[in-house]
């Protein structure tokens, strides 16, 4: 079947810039894809690459849209380079629409703290408002000062909940060792991603942490795609894998070895638009099986609001994720 194509290149800042061990990022970039069928039906699809997950940019997708030409054929995901993950995502959703079955009645949903004592402002609001799992970067600051505030924000959080750490990546294996020790007695979900997904030898010292303390250890830059899932699930990796759907080029593919291996997953935003996040959302929802929380406690993310998507509760139902309408998010976007 012929689908016309088409497609918008957007740039939109965040509300206040995401501060991570990686740097300051202040806006989100990405293309939205809109296919059309010859029966009328539209369909919407998000290539959103995180820059410094460094895998592929926002001018590769958009060059590789304008290749497509105005007409795209079912098969077009086929003829795109394996490295533009996102955008083999972004042509799935537009042109297979939803293939999505969801198991799960509600989600519980982390919310995300920014770096730095200002946790300790946006925490107690968060708390009051339900949430009971928390997300908090560190590595941003020295560990001293990162494991103080993190004592503060434990005392000022009600009892049973619980932080997952997020290092994206910061630490060398020492600091990493004192950090899976300082967790282990205190309630850390889990700590993601401690060492650079590039680092010498990370397989062996991420497995060696794991063994080493009882704290969890997820992945998340190291599993960017499909094809580091299937590694990591080669080498049976006991933590958690940290999957932004928005991110795989396949995500059915990863989910299906996932759930086969009966791997410990958690869905999580790569901050995109409404679109992205539609999609990867359903893709939670149908999973057979426990979930943690997601890390889809985002919102309000964007400068215009009209780019977000759904507000951050602490129990997502798929009515909420239903109700995002990609047509005025694309039609934001021109
Ligand atoms: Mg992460």
């Known amino acids: 079947m012929d689908f016309r194509f088409a497609f918008r290149r957007y740039s939109m800042a965040f509300r206040r810039p995401v ?57 077009a995901i086929a003829g795109l380079p394996e490295s533009l993950c996102t955008l083999r995502n972004a042509l799935a959703c537009a042109v297979g629409g939803d293939p ?39 590595g941003v600051g020295a560990a001293d000062d990162e494991m103080a505030i993190l004592d503060d924000l434990f005392g000022a959080l009600p009892g049973g909940s619980s932080i997952r750490l997020d290092a994206n990546g910061a630490w060398d294996r020492r600091t990493a060792g004192r950090w899976l020790a300082y967790s282990s007695d205190r309630p850390v979900e889990f700590v993601e991603q401690p060492l650079a997904p590039d680092s010498r030898g990370i397989e062996d010292s991420l497995s060696g942490l794991a063994s080493d303390y009882p704290v969890a250890i997820a992945l998340d830059e190291s599993v960017a795609n499909e094809v580091d899932v299937g590694r990591w699930l080669e080498r049976g990796w006991p933590g958690y894998f940290v999957i932004k759907p928005s991110l795989m080029g396949d995500v ?75 047509e005025e998010i694309w039609n934001a976007a021109s």
């Open 100 to 138: 999505w079955v969801a198991r799960q009645s509600s989600l519980g949903v982390a919310a995300l703290l920014p770096a730095g004592s200002a946790a300790l402002d946006d925490a107690p609001p968060k708390a009051d408002a339900g949430f009971r799992v928390f997300k908090w970067k560190v």
């Open 252 to 326: 059915q593919g990863a989910l299906s070895r996932l759930a086969a291996a009966d791997a410990k997953v958690v869905f999580s935003s790569a901050l995109e638009t409404g679109i992205g996040a539609q999609a990867g959302l359903r893709a939670a929802f149908a999973w057979d099986g426990e979930l943690p929380a997601v890390g889809f406690g985002v919102w309000p993310l964007f400068s215009d609001p009209g780019f977000d998507g759904p507000a951050a509760v602490p129990f997502l139902r798929i009515a909420d994720v239903d109700r995002i309408n990609p």
């Open 19 to 75: 501060r991570t061990s990686a740097g300051t990022w202040t806006e989100r970039e990405g293309v939205f894809v809109r296919t059309e069928r010859p029966d009328g039906t539209v369909g919407y699809g998000e290539a959103a690459p995180v820059p410094s997950f460094g895998r592929e940019s926002v001018g590769e997708v958009e060059a590789a849209c304008r290749s497509l030409g105005d007409r795209i054929g079912g098969d």
